[in-house]
């Protein structure tokens, strides 16, 4: 008995205590304490360096550091955990929220250096593709939560084809998403995010078309003013092609004007 109470108090800590301490971690992420959980998951792997949990520690290091805007030290965290062959199940946990690092860093860029902002924006379409692609494979495996997982990969990856203004490819991705039906809880928001990348890629009728299929699908929606602003772009847009194809046609293209204006007006009545 003096044997194992000696080897227990000399010994690293059992591995109860350190699940403890990882899962304390978890709650503190949960709830938002992303400052307590970062300090937390930096303490268990020098505490336990031997736990088969580190890695995982480190992953949800890197969240903390994303939801903390600390997007250098969350690069550098998540880079290495990025490897499918060492890590097969979290690589693409790790590649999705590398992109939201880089896109973090991409938005710090100096705006007097556009190429470098373009390839710090690339860098981030790169590991958000990749997240989206290795979560496909696991999906491919039944893996239901990849399944979810490449789903908001996709999402992610879209958002930042649109940060890039590449709004077309946005669009396409936002609309496989929509067939799909692949993210049943945030429909509304895939679909008013479809409408607007279609409108910003010119493609206004067809964006129009999503509107009036948002407002009969989310009749009290969150996202209708957003909706209906679009519609009011979309118009104003409509009225300057008019105006211009038609200079003879001065009457025509000022109640085209106008009821881009009584669209806007919709937008700030609300």
Not at 170 to 175: D, F, L, P, S
């Amino acid at each position: 008995l003096q044997a194992r109470v000696e080897a227990l108090a000399n010994g690293p800590p059992p591995e109860f205590v350190a699940g403890a301490t990882f899962h304390g971690a978890a709650v503190n992420f949960a709830n938002a304490k992303f400052a307590e959980a970062l300090a937390k998951y930096q303490a268990f792997a020098k505490d336990h360096p031997t736990s088969a949990l580190v890695p995982d520690a480190a992953l949800r290091a890197g969240f903390c550091q994303v939801q903390l805007k600390q997007f250098d030290e969350a690069a550098k965290t998540l880079a290495p955990l990025t490897d499918a062959n060492k890590y097969p199940k979290t690589a693409d946990q790790a590649l999705l929220w590398l992109g939201k690092a880089q896109l973090g860093i991409a938005a710090a860029a100096d705006p007097n250096n556009p190429a470098d902002r373009d390839a710090k924006l690339k860098a981030a379409l790169d590991s958000l593709k990749k997240a989206s692609e290795r979560a496909g494979q696991l999906a491919g495996q039944n893996d239901a939560d990849a399944k979810l997982r490449r789903a908001d990969a996709l999402f992610e990856y879209a958002d930042a084809l649109q940060v890039a203004k590449q709004f077309d490819p946005a669009a396409q991705t936002y609309e496989q998403l929509w067939n799909e039906q692949a993210l049943p809880t945030r429909r509304e928001e895939l679909l008013a995010r479809l409408a607007g990348a279609l409108g910003a890629a010119g493609k206004l009728d067809a964006s129009n078309q999503r509107c009036d299929e948002f407002r009969r699908t989310f009749k009290d929606g969150v996202l209708t003013p957003v909706v209906a602003f679009r519609q009011a772009e979309n118009a104003y847009a409509k009225a300057v092609e008019f105006a211009k194809a038609n200079p003879n046609r001065g009457a025509d293209a000022k109640a085209k004007f106008e009821e881009a204006g009584s669209r806007y007006k919709e937008v700030t009545d609300k």
